[in-house]
């Protein structure tokens, strides 16, 4: 007989929570993340000194650099492990990995993503060729980030004569997901939700490992009038948890926008972009996408070439999506990131990725933190502190077209390096696979080839050698 979903306060349903299990929880950045859930959970925590030695696994990053998001979770002895795509938001979670006080790894987020669904169905993992020659390859560390941290949750195979990364399922048993309307029996929507993240998988895993899954919605209502509005059945919730608007803004930069959840937009405009390094490599990047083309914009300093493109008149040339599942109209930046203005549609990530990781993006622009001369990338690593990869290493491996964004120096530092720190992106795969790459910066463009890296265009008025070479940690096919 079906037991309905019990309505409780954050605290009673946090406290049906085991020590020792494995909590998966939704969300980016702040857009679907289930604030009031993990807040309680930390608050028990704190208060009884349980639940313990949890594993904590997320896909993309949560948090707002401060406190808010997975920054609650950040207690050595509430956190045994953490399994997570993206750091720099949770600096907290960070700060104990590198303590070495929690085993820590960085996965791709897509994967993640994905493998969440290899996690509800009991299959054996996720094979795929994601990650292959990076740091999170098993031969270069498996994506491990401290010496505590041991076990392999990902290792190589061969199949039909090719190299492939098995992704080890990790059995989830607390899913914390978040939507704006629960009906009598459970059923949950997600209409003022920027986004919809991996809901579904993550209560589907929790329900079919023996597991509980708590949702946090603004309301509750009689019913649903539409059953195709139903993102998770209530047959996989055990408890609603009711907000009231309380700690459900919908994203952590805005308590409401209805631009990120409606299609038209009449009047939009995105602000000009005062002139600066960034606006110069944006506009360099924007030449590199062609009418017609499906794009993907990093977070930062990509950011850029939707600005220019707006100012430009070339917004509709092409269409824009991020990873996290809109497809279309313009995404947003800083602490909205994941959502997009006047989306064309929005899909669930696992199937975003699925989409990208088949070759489905013509062009991505990305960031780079340091290059060096066989054209491979750090993004994880930088100024004493780990950012994670995010969705960077499913989006950079998989693109037909590449463009990676930086200024050309940071600060007192060079970005092209003999050495960078952490490989998330490996030139000499993208030559293999006939990938098309190229850096651009404010002083030169630079394009990935078989020798390396070749500089292919300088900014007038500049002297090659003194603002360009010397500056540069290693020479650059001329």
Excluded at 116 to 126: D, F, H, N, Q, V
Excluded at 184 to 209: D, T, Y
Aim: overall charge negative.
């Amino acid at each position: 007989m079906r037991t309905p979903a019990l309505i409780a306060t954050a605290d009673e349903a946090i406290a049906a929570i085991p020590s020792g299990s494995t909590v998966a929880v939704g969300g980016f950045v702040g857009a679907g993340h289930p604030e009031m859930l993990t807040s309680a959970l930390e608050r028990r925590f704190l208060e009884t000194g349980t639940p313990r030695d949890l594993t904590l696994y997320y896909c993309a990053g949560q948090g707002d650099r401060a406190e808010r998001g997975l920054n609650h979770l950040a207690h050595a002895g509430l956190l045994k492990r953490i399994i997570g795509g993206h750091w720099n938001l949770a600096p907290k979670l960070g700060a104990l990995a590198l303590a070495n006080e929690v085993e820590a790894y960085n996965l791709p987020q897509g994967v993640l993503s994905v493998l969440t669904r290899e996690i509800a169905a009991k299959r054996p993992g996720l094979f795929t060729q994601v990650g292959m020659n990076t740091f999170i390859d098993p031969i270069h560390g498996g994506g491990r980030l401290n010496a505590r941290t041991t076990e392999p949750l990902v290792e190589r195979v061969e199949l039909d004569g090719q190299n492939w990364l098995r992704y080890k399922p990790v059995p989830i048993h607390v899913a914390l997901i978040r939507a704006t309307y629960a009906d009598a029996r459970g059923n949950l929507s997600m209409e003022c939700e920027g986004l919809i993240s991996e809901v579904l998988p993550m209560a589907q895993a929790a329900k079919n490992h023996g597991g509980i899954v708590i949702a946090q919605v603004e309301s509750v209502v009689d019913q649903m009038i539409d059953p195709k509005s139903v993102r998770v059945p209530g047959i996989l919730i055990d408890y609603i948890v009711t907000s009231g608007g309380v700690m459900h803004d919908q994203t952590f930069g805005e308590v409401f926008n209805e631009d990120f959840v409606v299609s038209n937009a009449d009047g939009f405009e995105l602000p000009i972009m005062p002139e600066s390094e960034r606006k110069v490599i944006g506009a360099r990047a924007l030449k590199e996408i062609r009418s017609g083309d499906i794009v993907n914009l990093g977070i930062g300093l990509p950011e850029a070439v939707a600005m220019v493109a707006a100012e430009t008149g070339r917004l509709n040339d092409f269409t824009l999506t991020v990873e996290s599942g809109p497809t279309g109209g313009v995404p947003a930046s800083g602490l909205n990131f994941g959502c997009s203005y006047f989306p064309e549609a929005v899909i669930d990530q696992p199937a975003q990725f699925d989409f990208y990781d088949g070759g489905g993006l013509d062009i991505a622009v990305l960031g780079a933190v340091e290059v060096d001369a066989e054209g491979s990338v750090n993004v994880a690593s930088f100024a004493g502190r780990f950012a994670g990869v995010g969705g960077f290493v499913n989006i950079a491996q998989s693109a037909r077209r590449l463009v990676f964004c930086c200024t050309f120096r940071a600060k007192e530092n060079a970005k092209f390096v003999k050495r960078i720190q952490h490989v998330c992106f490996h030139g000499p795969s993208a030559v293999a696979s006939g990938q098309q790459v190229l850096y651009v910066t404010e002083r030169a463009v630079f394009e990935l080839t078989t020798k390396g890296l070749k500089l292919i265009e300088i900014t007038p008025g500049l002297d090659l050698q003194r603002d360009v070479l010397d500056q540069m940690e290693f020479q650059p096919i001329l």
